[in-house]
């Protein structure tokens, strides 16, 4: 398996233009996480899906974020307008729906910047 | 609400000497307890969990953890710490059909 696949690994945009990031998950995993790290705050939970519906989308910082999963092998995380404030590494992840404990499969990350 | 305290930000220890990185949580009910591991530009790795059963568990690369209800804790320990384990170490809780909560983490150095 190829694991979580995220693209692009490095994004360098302008404040004011818009990024998405893009992630599959692995094959047959029913949850998908979104996940933002800074160094000031951590690992964040922006937004997690299950079987491709949001649940719970309550760690989206604004109404700039959005986030979708058209089909269960693709999910998109967009910013618009992206802020400096943005600049983070975003991490998706996912997992498989049976097993109460099984633990998250992370993706390498995209290191977003914004100047 | 679920939530996770790593009290140590930095941590250095000398390569063959042993290793012991604090985790604490809150949490209403039994938990789902993980230690993950960042290496530098890479995700997060699994090294361990704990949801029931023995309160000792054994990870990858020689880590282990003990579950400790009373104190609230899931310290991470290793009896030799090798070069290649520094990285970022991060406690979770949660997991089921819930959110997982992560830690600060835990940055661990190893000198020679």
């Known amino acids: 398996d190829a694991g979580v696949i995220q693209s692009p690994r490095h994004e360098v945009t302008e404040m004011g233009q818009e990024v998405t990031l893009r992630c599959k998950p692995i094959s047959g995993h029913d949850y998908l996480f979104w996940y933002r790290q800074t160094m000031m705050r951590g690992l964040e939970l922006l937004i997690y899906f299950n079987n491709n519906v949001p649940i719970d989308d309550s760690g989206m910082p604004e109404d700039r974020f959005s986030a979708k999963m058209p089909n269960a092998s693709f999910s998109t995380l967009k910013i618009q307008p992206s802020e400096p404030r943005d600049s983070a590494v975003y991490f998706c992840?996912?997992?498989?729906?049976?097993?109460?404990?099984?633990?998250?499969?992370f993706g390498n990350g995209t290191r977003l910047t914004v100047t | 609400a679920q939530s996770v305290t790593q009290p140590d930000i930095h941590i250095t220890v000398s390569e063959g000497a042993s290793l012991e990185l604090r985790c604490n949580y809150s949490?209403?009910?039994?938990?789902?307890l993980f230690w993950y591991v960042q290496s530098p530009g890479q995700g997060l790795q699994l090294l361990l969990k704990?949801?029931?059963?023995?309160?000792l568990v054994q990870g990858i690369k020689g880590f282990e953890a003990e579950f400790k209800r009373s104190q609230s804790s899931f310290n991470l320990r290793k009896p030799s710490v090798h070069w290649s384990d520094a990285a970022e170490y991060f406690c979770?809780?949660?997991?089921?059909?819930?959110?997982?909560?992560f830690g600060t983490g835990t940055k661990l150095q190893v000198i020679p």
């Open positions: 979770a809780v949660g997991g089921g059909y819930q959110k997982v909560t």
């Open positions: 704990y949801f029931s059963g023995d309160t």
């Open positions: 992840a996912s997992r498989p729906g049976t097993g109460a404990n099984s633990p998250l499969h």
């Open positions: 949490y209403g009910a039994t938990p789902y």
